[in-house]
């Protein structure tokens, strides 16, 4: 790794945590992994359409394009997202900077019976070994708010990939991260945009708000503005990019969002129009995709 870059220690303690209990623990609302092994996914419908979007394939049938298909599973955290695009045919490399988190990769491909490369490396500096390779760089949810520099990471993707490979990002929507509670209403001090830092220590995680083991993590606030011009100015090419107001999980644990009869959970804010109607929802989540020009 670049002597420039500084990695947090006490925020790669709490995913290297993470790593050990994340699908173990009976509070665990989030890697239902014995769903996975048995066929399932965690791919939410966002995740699916985007993915689908990328590779030209038909919505009902997302991940059929995907078979011989370089995949980069970028801060894969235990690999579920990639193992399932293996599953699917895909030839995954699945990498993240944490050595516990890869080999839970590894234990959970070795179940459902699909072979996966692993790569452990700081997404800022990825290896000359990763350079050009994939057809598709996947990030989700929770990826880039634990980067300081997205300028950088997003020339890592563009090394990745491929002439003519995509940046894959469903994330969740900057005005929403914002928001701590609704009630009371508090716009908590993590800004909009603008790679500013927020450390916060508490004990819980987004998969499990019952563990109580307590870390202290550093995180980093960007906007739409920011996961746009910072592909742009790593040379990649803007595709498609969705606001989202409504998402197939409650991604925080936390009361801000509001599930309705659907099953869906969106961010509603304020009141209706009229007495007793609900407020619009506001975006919980974007996608963005990004192009490597031929």
């Not at 623990?25 to 419908?45: I, K, M, S």
């Not at 394939?57 to 394009?65: E, M, R, S, V």
């Not at 009630?183 to 001090?189: A, G, H, I, L």
Request: proline content about 6%.
């Amino acid at each position: 790794m670049s002597p420039d870059l500084v990695v947090d220690p006490s925020t790669k303690n709490y995913w290297d945590g993470a790593a050990a209990t994340h699908g173990t623990t009976p509070g665990d609302r989030y890697y239902l992994l014995d769903d996975v092994v048995a066929g399932g996914t965690l791919l939410t419908t966002l995740e699916e359409q985007a993915l689908a979007h990328a590779t030209g394939a038909d919505a009902g049938t997302p991940l059929a394009a995907l078979p011989g298909r370089y995949v980069l599973h970028l801060q894969s955290h235990i690999g579920v997202d990639g193992v399932v695009m293996a599953r699917a045919g895909a030839r995954v490399t699945c990498a993240d900077y944490s050595a516990a988190a890869l080999g839970r990769a590894h234990d959970l491909a070795a179940r459902v019976g699909v072979t996966i490369e692993t790569v452990e490396t700081d997404a800022r500096d990825l290896p000359p070994s990763l350079h050009g390779r994939f057809d598709i760089v996947y990030a989700t949810i929770g990826a880039i708010c634990w980067i300081d520099d997205l300028d950088l990471w997003m020339r890592q993707v563009a090394l990745a990939l491929r002439p003519g490979g995509v940046l894959v990002m469903v994330e969740l929507h900057p005005a929403y991260q914002m928001f701590d509670s609704l009630s009371p209403e508090v716009v908590c001090d993590f800004p909009y945009g603008g790679g500013v830092a927020l450390t916060y220590t508490g004990a819980g995680s987004y998969a499990d708000p019952t563990d109580t083991n307590e870390s202290t993590t550093t995180s980093f606030a960007h906007s739409i503005a920011d996961v746009v011009m910072g592909g742009l100015r790593a040379g990649l090419t803007l595709e498609h990019l969705d606001e989202h107001d409504a998402i197939a999980f409650n991604p925080r644990g936390d009361e801000v969002l509001t599930q309705g009869d659907d099953g869906l959970h969106r961010f509603l804010l304020g009141r209706g129009t009229n007495p007793g109607e609900p407020p619009q929802p506001l975006p919980v989540a974007f996608t963005y995709l990004a192009r490597k020009p031929d």
